[in-house]
């Protein structure tokens, strides 16, 4: 079964400066897709970013990225001039690709969770 | 364009009650998803539909119903609250097939079982 981890239960980082959030993943795929989700305070579960497997090139939306190592099954997100607004949680989820057989085995299995917080 | 919404917002029920969860969407997608957020805790997928007329159970899917009433629609049911019930429940969509696209959420019910 696949698995997400997320180890660091809480991190803190100082506004306007750069924070990387860990996130590492089991499976026995070759074709999936991995996400980041942001969860403030308000509840609302919003996609950050996503990346697909096949893709060599790590996904970039504005200041957030991701290093996603295949081999090591590795997918770290980056946030650059972090602002307050980026105080939340983080979930890194899993989802497998071509999955249409019924079922929930293609579903979205995520991580615990990270909390974030930004310092003034 | 509201997206995914969902009611109520809050709820309190007592041992034994029985309450509908709702949620509709207006984008038009095919399948929907129910899912619970505990404490320290990822969200783990109670049932879905991927498309108006089916639905399937996920990986939590004891002590809960669904109806897909139409294809704007998917409601939660508990027919006898039971404290481990108590949650944070998400319904989220997607446009096409129920394992091809992004996700998108609602904002999520808060629910306690006394």
């Known amino acids: 079964a696949q698995t997400v981890t997320q180890s660091q239960p809480e991190m803190s980082v100082q506004e306007a400066e750069t924070v990387t959030l860990s996130c590492t993943y089991d499976?026995?795929?070759?074709?999936?897709?991995l996400f980041w989700y942001k969860q403030p305070p308000s509840r609302q579960m919003i996609l950050v970013i996503r990346q697909e497997a096949y893709k060599q090139q790590n996904a970039t939306e504005n200041r957030f990225s991701v290093n996603f190592q295949k081999a090591a099954k590795s997918f770290s997100l980056k946030i650059s001039d972090s602002q307050l607004g980026d105080a939340a949680m983080y979930f890194c989820a899993y989802r497998r690709a071509g999955w249409n057989y019924g079922g929930s085995q293609g579903n979205l299995i995520f991580g615990k969770g990270t909390k974030l917080s930004v310092k003034p | 364009n509201a997206g995914v919404t969902q009611t109520p917002k809050f709820q309190v029920l007592k041992t034994g009650q029985s309450m509908t969860l709702q949620c509709a969407q207006d984008m038009n997608h095919n399948s929907m998803y129910w899912y619970r957020q505990d404490p320290g805790m990822g969200l783990r997928l109670i049932y879905y539909s991927a498309s108006e007329g089916t639905t399937d159970k996920g990986e939590v899917p004891n002590g809960y119903n669904v109806s897909r009433l139409n294809k704007r629609e998917f409601s939660l049911r508990l027919e006898s609250a039971a404290p481990s019930q108590t949650s944070v429940y998400f319904c989220?969509?997607?446009?096409?097939?129920?394992?091809?696209?992004?996700?998108?959420f609602g904002p999520g019910t808060r629910l306690t079982v006394l």
């Open positions: 989220a969509s997607t446009p096409r097939g129920a394992w091809t696209d992004t996700q998108y």
């Open positions: 499976t026995s795929e070759s074709d999936y897709y």
